[in-house]
């Protein structure tokens, strides 16, 4: 199931890297020392005192050679001596004691005014489901039929109890396919007596600002790869007749992230592998969005625990799908607004 989705964005996804540059950052300069790729700072929102020069970063240098050297029993042990999880495979469990150690020294640094390494205050997991067919014929329209939102507090470390989820009405083809049903979970009844998607939207605008997002809180979106905003909610805002939301417009592709953070190819970055690498297991009904969302989400916040700082990785720009180069600044979603019409 996984595969067919990762199939179909690499076929209809037009992916492109972004050559926009008035955004783009300088690269620092590496001054007194130049630390490995996992003791840098990866682009902190407080850039300013993020500087590879500050002697933090040689100090978790210095650790990071030392978990390098050790095996895979001496990981265990000095997890569970540290209290950390001690699950998954050796090149995960020393991520989480390297992250473990950066944090430690990050936390104390920035306690004495040096650098910080906190991007968002919350990360937003959205996973749609849409209407579908055993094959998908190329001219099939998806329409979103499930729209749910799991929040992450990158502070506490923890998904937020109150959850977001709307079933919504398909317009083009209201009848739901048999094998949709059976995929999704999602009955026809859910949808028949759901709302249509721009009342569904507004729905989650308000939720997004009652909870201050891209006010007080400083917010990101995270998906489990690049379809569901370039395509599902793309296709979607079109057969609405509205404009596709800003605050939609950027978010973290966990896939790209996962890979990147944990160095695997991304054949093995679908949700059912990331899951597993992790020790972790799928918790809930595949396919159902909400539940996808959840277990997203549990990926996410272990990545934020051995220390990953997501970052938004890609945008739609004119309908297309573009990658935000690690080195462009980093900037929360804006503020929801409600739906305006395309006309
Ligand atoms: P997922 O997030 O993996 O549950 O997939 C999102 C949506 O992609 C589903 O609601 C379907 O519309 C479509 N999809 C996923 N897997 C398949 C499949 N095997 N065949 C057809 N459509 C699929
Ligand atoms: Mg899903």
Known sequence: MEEHKENIQAKDVNVKMSNTREKVEKAKPCSRICPDEESAPQGSPSQSNSDFSHPVYKEIALANGHINRMSKEELRIKLAELQLDTRGVKDVMKKRLKSHYKRQKLLQSASEGGPTDTYYDYICVVDFEATCEEDNPSDFHHEIIEFPMVLINTHTLQIQVDSFQAYVKPEL?????????????????????????????????????????????????????????????????????????????????????????????????????????????????????????????????????????????????????????????????????SPRSRD
């Open 173 to 337: 083809n209201p009848e739901l396919s048999d094998f949709c049903v059976k995929l999704t979970g999602i009955t026809q009844k859910m949808v028949d007596e759901a709302e249509l998607f721009p009342a569904v939207l507004q729905q989650v605008v308000t939720w997004l600002q009652e909870r201050e997002l891209g006010t007080t809180y400083k917010y990101a979106i995270l998906t489990d790869g690049a379809w569901d905003m370039s395509k599902f909610l793309n296709i979607q805002c079109r057969l609405s007749r509205i404009r596709y939301p800003q605050f939609a417009k950027k978010w973290i592709n966990i896939r790209k992230s996962y890979g990147n953070f944990y160095k695997v190819p991304r054949t093995q970055t679908k949700l059912s592998t990331m899951l597993e690498k992790l020790g972790l297991k799928y918790e809930g009904r595949p396919h159902s969005g909400l539940d996808d969302s959840r277990n997203i989400a549990r990926i996410a916040l272990r990545m934020l625990q051995d220390g990953c700082q997501l970052r938004v990785n890609e945008r739609i720009h004119a309908g297309q799908l573009l990658s935000v180069p690690s080195s462009a600044p980093v900037e929360g979603a804006p503020a929801p607004h």
